[in-house]
């Protein structure tokens, strides 16, 4: 299988890394309930990592690297291009020499984080609600629960009428939308 390139904004990998792995993972709150118990609470998708390493090898390959260096040191986030994973908006936050570089090789180490900016997203469990004009729905920010919201807006059975695609109010996340009339 011939891969396209690994891109991050103007950087085109001159091949791609050697290895790489994507992690998701998810906030959960841990509560003590008295007499021992406790409950989890569903915080919310936390951001997704890509990381992997690989070699420059040849002519000019510690220039290769300066030049990967060089866009690590740039502020902001940028369009991140893998030829597995879809496109997104990332940090680039590691970059690691794994051992002493020479002027033809170098192994080196790198660590993405997914950019979320956009805390009025939806996600898919909540798309029930997208048809309802902005003044008759709330999206879930990290943080909330469905009982936090439904004291806000008239009481958790008027709101769980309205919502029949809630199942379990429970495991609301952020993201998901919520009619409130």
Not at 90 to 118: G, I
Not at 158 to 178: C, S, T
Request: proline share 6%.
């Amino acid at each position: 299988m011939n891969l396209t390139p690994m891109r991050y904004k103007d950087y085109t990998w001159p091949h791609n890394p050697r290895t790489y792995e994507v992690v998701f993972s998810r906030d959960v709150a841990c509560r003590k309930v008295p007499f021992g118990a406790y409950v989890l609470q569903n915080m919310g998708r936390s951001r997704r990592v890509l990381r992997g390493s690989g070699e420059f090898v040849g002519e000019g390959a510690y220039d290769e690297f300066k030049r990967l260096a060089s866009v690590f040191y740039e502020n902001r986030p940028g369009l991140l291009i893998h030829p597995l994973w879809q496109e997104s908006n990332a940090y680039f936050v590691e970059l690691s020499l794994r051992e002493v570089p020479t002027e033809n090789y170098v192994a080196y180490s790198f660590e993405f984080w997914e950019s979320f900016d956009q805390y009025g997203a939806v996600t898919e469990a909540g798309r029930e609600g997208l048809g309802e004009p902005e003044q008759n729905r709330h999206v879930v920010l990290p943080g909330e629960t469905f009982w936090s919201i439904a004291a806000q807006h008239g009481g958790a059975q008027e709101l769980l009428a309205l919502n029949p695609q809630i199942k379990n109010p429970n495991l609301l996340a952020a993201g998901d939308v919520v009619r409130i009339k």
